[in-house]
């Protein structure tokens, strides 16, 4: 009967870094290895993939006339409560996918860098494909603010499954 061993050493392996964890037969040696990404640095491709997922659900929501409707009506306050809710439900997101257990504790600076990088990239994204769809624009700074807001909400969580899925 193999078992594996809780204690475990972090190695890059192509770029990236990744938990090596051991599988021991019953005399204590190893049979095995089980080789675990770790998802707590930015990558580039990381970037790539956070546009692609925000670009997933931005596009569509971009083109209804309910995001144009509540852009123009809904009030400062009720936005910058959508957006406080977006990046705290982003982050228990982010929590649960990429850093499970003790890695938040281990890797805080980068969780933080992910859950704004994740957020920051869907409101670019979104921002720009409102302005390609002519749904807003930097003449109405105030009405462009409020629809990405409201398509960036759904649509960071389609950027942060993309980036987590490689």
């Known amino acids: 009967m193999a078992e594996t ?3 475990h050493r972090v190695e890059r392996i192509d770029g990236r870094l990744h938990a090596i964890r051991h599988i021991f037969d019953e005399a204590g040696r190893v049979v095995g290895t ?3 990404p770790l998802h707590v640095e930015m ?3 990381d970037f790539g993939q956070l546009v692609a997922g925000a670009c997933l ?3 569509p929501m971009a083109l209804t006339d309910e995001i144009s409707n509540y852009g123009e009506t809904l009030s400062i306050g009720r936005t910058v409560a959508i957006l406080l809710v977006s990046v705290v439900t982003l982050a228990a ?3 649960g996918l990429f850093f ?3 890695k938040l504790r281990q890797h805080p600076v980068a969780y933080t860098m992910r859950v704004l990088g994740a957020y920051l990239t869907t409101f670019l994204v979104a ?3 409102l302005c390609l ?3 807003g624009s930097f003449d109405e700074p105030l009405a462009l603010w409020k629809r990405a807001v409201l398509v960036a909400f759904p649509a960071s969580f389609a950027a942060a499954t993309f980036d987590y899925i490689k």
Do not use: Y
């Open 127 to 129: 921002s720009f494909v």
């Open 93 to 95: 997101f982010v929590r």
């Open 133 to 135: 769809v002519d749904q």
């Open 34 to 36: 089980i080789t675990t």
């Open 57 to 59: 659900l931005s596009i």
């Open 43 to 45: 990558k580039w491709d």
């Open 100 to 102: 499970p257990g003790d």
């Open 5 to 7: 061993t809780d204690e």
